[in-house]
């Protein structure tokens, strides 16, 4: 049910239920690493097809979510380095965090996202050449009508030899995205791209699409540095991509 609520509801939401839903499932067999806190279970979450354990009571992450923050956390000197970071449709589970790292100076952007400092197009960003030193933007280009432009938009503004962290969903059996846009149902959608507001499913050819703008991409598995039972603790997908992206 969960996963049928506007995502602008659901941040608001979530402000007052998220606490009391966090201390209703506390228990031992999964650990939100965001957080630090163990949960009997996640809750089930997805349009195709419900997947069991994969939305966090505490901070309300997904699998993608948690897969991020470990590598951030682990590979990275997100936390620890001065960088100016543009956060495209901000997630909750990591906005307040973000907001108060003293090392980073943080700024969010959406079109209509209430967690946005900013309001506007991803495909005119207001802001100047090479401006951010860290760009995150995940689960966003699926949904827009014009992704090359929105992808020349983030090469734009990110700083050379800065990194961008541009996920989407992949159909990783498939090498060429799949678009068509006179599917206009949302049920039709949901089928098709996974999600009622999703104008495409990218295939394999996604990181080839971003190099053509000048990115230098690596497809990062990053689930693989985890053992099975880390997997399973911490609520991963074994096989989801996290697409660092580079501007040399």
């Not at 991409?217 to 997997?231: A, G, N």
């Amino acid at each position: 049910m969960i996963n049928t609520i506007p995502r602008p509801y659901l941040i608001w939401w979530s402000k007052f239920l998220a606490p009391f839903i966090d201390i209703f499932y506390r228990g031992n067999e999964f650990t939100d690493p965001i957080n630090g806190k163990s949960y009997r279970k996640f809750l089930p979450y997805g349009y195709v097809k419900q997947r069991d354990n994969a939305l966090s009571p505490g901070t309300l992450s997904l699998e993608r979510h948690r897969l991020l923050w470990l590598y951030l956390n682990n590979e990275t000197n997100f936390f620890s380095k001065t960088l100016k970071v543009l956060h495209i449709a901000p997630e909750q589970c990591f906005y307040n965090l973000f907001k108060n790292l003293k090392n980073i100076n943080y700024t969010t952007f959406d079109l209509n996202s209430p967690l946005a400092d900013i309001k506007g197009d991803i495909c005119n960003l207001p802001f100047k050449e090479n401006s951010f030193d860290f760009i995150l933007c995940n689960h966003v280009l699926e949904h827009i009508n014009d992704d090359k432009k929105a992808m020349k938009e983030l090469y734009r503004v990110l700083n050379k030899n800065g990194t961008a962290i541009l996920q989407v969903p992949i159909n990783q059996k498939s090498r060429k995205t799949f678009e068509d846009s006179s599917i206009v149902d949302k049920k039709e959608r949901i089928e098709k791209f996974g999600q009622y507001d999703h104008i495409r499913l990218y295939g394999l050819d996604y990181f080839k699409k971003l190099e053509s703008f000048g990115f230098k991409v690596d497809p990062l598995k990053y689930s693989k540095k985890f053992t099975e039972s880390e997997i399973i603790k911490y609520g991963l997908i074994k096989d989801e991509i996290i697409p660092v992206c580079k501007k040399g």
